[in-house]
């Protein structure tokens, strides 16, 4: 079917797709119930990045507090050789976990540095610091 | 503290750092207890992502088996949505949300493509897939 795919560029998968062509249907419950898992998994991860960064906030008053600079390049070697031994275990190509790293790590200097910025106060990463 | 954060690029926090400025040892014992709770909510988002990304490559089958597109776009209004109402319940700074669904949703469209070109074969993601 990868011909058909060059031709279009968006589906909304949904009952009406189903309804409007029969032979579809299975796909698209088969894919409603993959979204349904997705959507608990996204669930978990929203909760352990909201704890992630209240951690990466303390650190960052922490460093603040002694005057260390938000970038830390020896731990950051270490947490990339961890994550891609991690995700190999795991399954996850570890391109995938490397762009993981790459995100919290660059927003949580992003975040240390506002805080030095503001002489060690966490609260001008606002309520959701 | 913040006028010294200005001067250097990076620090190495550690035992050495410790030793060499006893007034940091607390601050230096702190930042290693929160970088070790950062590491095991790393390892459970890892495992997570393992997961999510299996689960969107099965999606991407079922999508080239009934000839769907990458794309749903409703999908990922329902998404954003979504992400953002469950950051601010959990204290997450949405914008966190948005781009980690961003990234997720990204990679996975990438993959479904690939799965597409090669007629439906999730084997084509190689042993991460």
């Known amino acids: 079917?990868?011909?058909?795919?060059g031709?279009?560029?968006r589906t909304?998968?949904?009952?009406a797709e189903a309804a409007a062509h029969p032979e579809h249907a299975a796909a698209v419950a088969g894919?409603?119930?993959?979204?349904?898992?997705?959507?608990?998994i996204d669930s978990a991860i929203i909760?352990?990045?909201?704890?992630?960064?209240?951690?990466?906030?303390q650190?960052?008053?922490?460093?603040?507090?002694?005057?260390?600079?938000?970038?830390?390049?020896?731990r950051e070697d270490y947490q990339i050789e961890r994550l891609h031994r991690?995700?190999?275990?795991?399954g996850l190509d570890p391109e995938i976990a490397e762009m993981y790293r790459e995100f919290v790590v660059t927003e949580a200097k992003k975040r240390h540095a506002r805080i030095a910025d503001a002489?060690?106060?966490?609260?001008?990463?606002?309520?959701f610091a």
Chains 1, 2 share one sequence.
């Open 59 to 74: 650190v960052g008053v922490l460093k603040a507090s002694a005057g260390f600079a938000p970038e830390d390049t020896k």
């Open 31 to 40: 894919i409603k119930a993959l979204r349904q898992s997705i959507d608990n």
């Open 12 to 15: 909304t998968i949904d009952e």
């Open 119 to 127: 002489g060690g106060d966490p609260g001008v990463l606002d309520i």
């Open 86 to 90: 991690i995700a190999v275990d795991a």
């Open 1 to 5: 079917m990868s011909e058909e795919t």
């Open 47 to 57: 909760a352990l990045l909201a704890e992630r960064f209240k951690a990466t906030s």
């Open 7 to 9: 031709g279009w560029q």
